[in-house]
């Protein structure tokens, strides 16, 4: 399922309130702030039928000690999607008080 999520499922949830499923079975309220296609990332021969790469950032609405791991996501359209691997960022330049996050997909 995850091969068919394409950045076209995200852009409507763009500034939008998205809660991830964490591992440990909790809950956290994040921000989609940014989608981007990443076609510097697709392979070279890849058929023309396969998704562009692309990217979601996110911030957390609430402190968190999440680092990353496998999360599910509710999205429209889609219903809980399970098994999305979100990985923590570095604050880099923002407030080095809250959780930054990046989703990728190949």
Not at 35 to 60: E, I, K, S, Y
Not at 69 to 81: H, K
Request: glycine share 10%.
């Amino acid at each position: 399922m995850l091969d068919r999520l394409a950045a076209d499922h995200f852009t409507p949830l763009l500034h939008q309130t998205l809660r991830l499923g964490l591992p440990d079975g909790s809950a956290l309220a994040t921000r989609v702030d940014s989608v981007q296609a990443c076609p510097q990332a697709r392979m070279p021969h890849a058929p023309a039928d396969r998704r562009m790469p692309f990217t979601v950032t996110l911030t957390a609405l609430e402190p968190t000690g999440f680092a990353g791991g496998p999360c599910t996501m509710e999205l429209p359209e889609w219903g809980l999607v399970q098994g999305i691997w979100v990985e923590r960022l570095a604050a880099m330049g923002r407030d080095h008080g809250g959780a930054y996050f990046q989703v990728v997909f190949n």
